[in-house]
T-cell receptor, first 111, second 113 residues
């Protein structure tokens, strides 16, 4: 069945360092891969997404890479700041009906 | 622009009680979704509605029912609440299907005693 694995479950970095979160998906037909940031007491918010016809996408300090052959995609945050502290979720589309989410990564950025 | 609005924000129920969680979006989106979020398990899809007039089961539909009342509103009903349904429930919408960004509400925190 459809499945998205996400690692690590927790990640602690020093302010200014980079953070990398990795996800793998099971359905080779998946073609849309969003990343969400969830702050305490709030709903998830989209921060970046990538489609299967693109290998990499960047938006300021955030980038996402996709390896379709390996069914693997990653979120990269550079020059981390304390306000980047949150829970991050990856997701992959399944058919056109739904998203399957990873189990989340709690990122802590220490000043 | 409110986006996705969920009511109530918090609720405590006793086992066996029924309740309806309300969700409304003002973005003219076609698709709407209900998820539950439990510690360590991410977001799991309960039900979704690809368009007005249609609903389909997600990963964890047992114990729930939904109604797509109109294009704006999608409600989730617990007919006989169980402690295992204690969770945070999120509603989301997307313009056409899940190959487009989903916009989430801020959740309903539900405790069942």
């Amino acid at each position: 069945g459809e499945n998205v694995e996400q690692h690590p479950s927790t990640l602690s970095v020093q302010e200014g360092d980079s953070a990398v979160i990795k996800c793998t998906y099971s359905d080779s037909a998946s073609n849309y891969f969003p990343w969400y940031k969830q702050e305490l007491g709030k709903g998830p918010q989209l921060i970046i997404d990538i489609r299967s016809n693109v290998g990499e996408k960047k938006d300021q300090r955030i980038a996402v890479t996709l390896n379709k052959t390996a069914k693997h995609f990653s979120l990269h945050i550079t020059e981390t700041q304390p306000e980047d502290s949150a829970v991050y979720f990856c997701a992959a589309s399944f058919k056109t009906d739904k998203l399957i989410f990873g189990t989340g990564t709690r990122l802590q950025v220490f000043p | 622009n409110a986006g996705v609005t969920q009511t109530p924000k918090f609720q405590v129920l006793k086992t066996g009680q029924s309740m309806t969680l309300q969700c409304a979006q003002d973005m003219n989106h076609n698709s709407m979704y209900w998820y539950r979020q439990d510690p360590g398990m991410g977001l799991r899809l309960i039900y979704y509605s690809a368009s007005e007039g249609t609903t389909d089961k997600g990963e964890v539909p047992n114990g729930y029912n939904v109604s797509r009342l109109n294009k704006r509103e999608f409600s989730l009903r617990l007919e006989s609440a169980a402690p295992s349904q204690t969770s945070v429930y999120f509603c989301a919408s997307s313009p056409r299907n899940s190959n487009q960004p989903q916009h989430f509400g801020d959740g309903t925190r539900l405790s069942i005693l």
